[in-house]
């Protein structure tokens, strides 16, 4: 696979979201996040998601105005925050400051999103205050969207929602980025385009057996996605799939209820500072001493080691800084497909990184 290096690439990014209508601080916060879901390995969830965001931005379906972001609700603590459906990295990298600034001052800070756009991926945002020693969480569903069924039904009701946190750690921190569900719209998504099969039965059919073909999803009626814990243990996933509802779209007041159409997310995020809690020493006295634990167990397999999440996506991002970014061919053509349509064509940026008809 072609690499390409972060900064230009998000300089490109970035470009191309000003060029659509997004204002200066829109696009270089959401070109930031997507790469950095590049860098951590989250393909399907970084630089791919560019044409999307601005076919909607040309299309009016996708705000890029910071100014329309709106805060209908404040407290030391805690606030809401109507997006007005502004490009979710930009919102979500907005409330979080708020909450951090919540918790600098006690210990604690939340803040619920209604009507943002799509937020990319969640992982992405963490790093930044795990280096502080804060905690952030990020939770997220989409009220348009129905992919998953509820346990014992067939009918999809919900979205995947994603949880992501991040733990401080002096040798390991973890990031933690998980969805509800067995797999993501996303996967299914790209290997029905690929023409292949799931790596395991993953799909519920709407006549309720388990299958491995992502057609079955597209079917009428619709199949759906098994809660995480599949048929065994689905009603596990399933609980936690109503509290990712609940912590979001009901505790922002926007949801299923309202009925919307358009790629969005309710998203709610917090951040946590252990210095006001028992301590930021003995936490991290703790989370290392619990993940060497871990590291340290006997192993299944003799040649695989215990990994703790987040381990691979930061080992991928220092190599990846290093050497570039190797964006999967199907990640390549989209973004070369929206530096075609765009006048960014031409540019010096689009020729560096061989994305433009004259690279």
Partial sequence: MTTYAAAPLTDLL???FQEAGATTEVAETTA??????DLLGHHTHGTKLAQGYLKD????????DHQRLEIVESSPVAATIDGHYLLGPY????????AQQAADGFGIGIVSLKRSHHIACLAAYLRPLVERNLIPLVLSSDPAVASV???GGTTPVYTPNPLAIGIPGREHPLLIDVSMSTITNGTVNKTRAEGGKLAHPAILTHRGTVSDDPEDFFTTPPGSILPLGEKAFGHKGFALGLMIEALTSALSGYGRKDAPTGWGASVTVMVIDPARFGGTDAFLDETGFL????????RADPDVAV???GQS???KRQGYLRDGIPLPEDVVASLRQAVADSAQAKSALGRSLGLSQEG
């Fill in 14 to 16: 970035s470009a191309l």
């Fill in 32 to 37: 930031a996040i997507l790469v950095e879901g």
């Fill in 57 to 64: 931005l040309k299309a009016g379906h996708a705000c890029g």
């Fill in 91 to 98: 919102l979500v990298q907005r409330a979080l400051t708020h």
């Fill in 149 to 151: 069924a509820p346990y």
């Fill in 291 to 298: 993940a060497q634990r871990c590291l340290d167990a006997e």
């Fill in 307 to 309: 990994r703790l999440p």
């Fill in 313 to 315: 996506g930061l080992a």
